[in-house]
């Protein structure tokens, strides 16, 4: 059996990540395989290429911006990992996050549809059953079609709508589903009950096989820390994106206001210049070092996610194996996160129940075991993960284990 991984990024990010963690798997079961992904600084391992170029790169996104389309452009990285695929001859290329500008999907499912190779999909976000948005939040055109998005605001759009009565978020939309239109060979994977629902309505994917393997985090950097000096006592935060509006950075400060004595760290960027200064929020620029994201998680004493929407965040898979209790809003995947006796997730926006429940799980976080953190960090595992990818492989392939 032969595999190729296809990614927006490698090593960097939580799907960068998840994609080096099937790599390694699929070499420890002795799985030939092969990565190809497009941004990024090129890496020297066997089997790992970058398929892109910067120019093409940049070429690309604006294009995107002026006529939307994210899928439709990067002609010379397309032909590149085309003939790779025809050199490798893979029996599955598992797609992962192919947006980012440096692919063209059409031109690629158009290739593998072709050549009747066997598709895996992981939807990190709701990208692909959307004209392009990464979470579409309260909106359901994408059930039957997007069109006049209110999120997607490309620079020809009214310029096309007013001339020409083109609709461009429309025009991508119908692109997306033309690509998967008669692909027999397709199996979509979502890490989140949550999102596998949303596929199941979606007029793209809803009658493709689709299954939940929930993501996994190398457990080795992620433990409890008995030796650890960071944020002792506070509410921990991390983002690298504070002020992104799905981030909630708004909800954050409000249960922040509400909780005068108690000390708040957000781990992962700077203090933003129009935020008030306030003596019990403290920002701390992105660190690189896992030993002292590692230490932040140990020695705090609640995990705080405020995000409108998340698919499965990485963030909490790593403060549950630190031993850290997660309280967030009940949206999306977040719930599916947190593990039992570890946390809750209370109604979106209520920031006074946001607020009731850290000062509980301040005083339960006492009460969770070493057995429970280290459940915790089996479940997590990235190991597990790519065990039951590989098991998805073999089913799919009917080769023998």
């Not at 990614?7 to 963690?21: E, W």
């Not at 002792?232 to 981030?247: A, D, P, Q, R, Y």
């Not at 339960?364 to 960090?377: L, P």
Request: glycine letters at 6%.
């Amino acid at each position: 059996m032969k595999i190729l991984q296809v990614n927006c990024v490698f090593r960097q990010g939580s799907t960068g990540r998840i994609v080096d963690s099937i790599r390694k798997g699929l070499n420890e079961h002795g799985i030939e395989n092969f990565v190809c992904y497009g941004r990024g600084e090129k890496v020297k391992i066997n089997s790992v290429v970058k398929v892109a170029n910067e120019v093409e790169n940049k070429i690309h996104g604006l294009l995107f911006r002026v006529f939307g389309s994210e899928y439709g452009y990067s002609y010379f990285s397309t032909r590149k990992l085309i003939r790779i695929i025809k050199k490798f001859q893979p029996d599955i290329v598992h797609l992962h996050c192919i947006n980012g500008n440096f692919l063209n999907t059409y031109k690629l499912l158009s290739y593998l549809k072709k050549q009747e190779i066997k598709i895996v999909l992981t939807l990190h976000a709701e990208n692909m059953h959307t004209a392009g948005c990464e979470h579409a939040l309260d909106c359901v055109k994408w059930q039957e079609e997007c069109h006049n998005c209110a999120q997607l605001n490309f620079f020809m759009n009214k310029i096309m709508k007013k001339l020409f009565r083109v609709d461009l978020v429309q025009v991508s939309f119908k692109k997306m589903k033309k690509a998967f239109d008669e692909c027999p060979n397709l199996t979509i994977v979502t890490p989140s009950n949550w999102l596998k629902e949303r596929v199941q309505k979606s007029t793209i994917f809803k009658n493709y096989p689709c299954q939940v393997i929930p993501n996994g985090i190398n457990t080795e950097n992620f433990y409890k820390d008995e030796n650890s000096n960071k944020g002792e006592g506070c509410v921990l935060h991390i983002t690298s994106n504070f002020e992104h509006g799905i981030k909630g950075a708004k909800y954050f400060l409000e249960v922040a206001e509400k909780m005068p004595n108690q000390k708040f760290v957000v781990v992962g960027v700077r203090k933003p210049q129009h935020i008030k200064d306030s003596d019990n929020i403290t920002f701390h620029e992105h660190t690189n070092s896992l030993a002292e994201l590692r230490q932040y998680y140990s020695n705090a004493d609640v995990f705080l996610m405020t995000s409108v929407c998340e698919n499965y965040p990485t963030v909490c898979l790593e403060a549950a194996c630190c031993g850290l209790p997660i309280v967030g809003f009940d949206v999306g995947g977040v719930k599916e996160t947190i593990p039992i006796n570890m946390g809750e997730a209370v109604e979106f926006s209520d920031t006074e129940k946001m607020k009731q429940a850290i000062e509980i799980w301040k005083e339960k976080k006492k009460s969770i075991s070493s057995d429970m953190i280290e459940q915790a960090r089996e479940m997590n595992s990235e190991l597990l993960m790519a065990k039951r990818y590989i098991d998805l492989y073999y089913k799919i392939t009917g080769k023998e284990l």
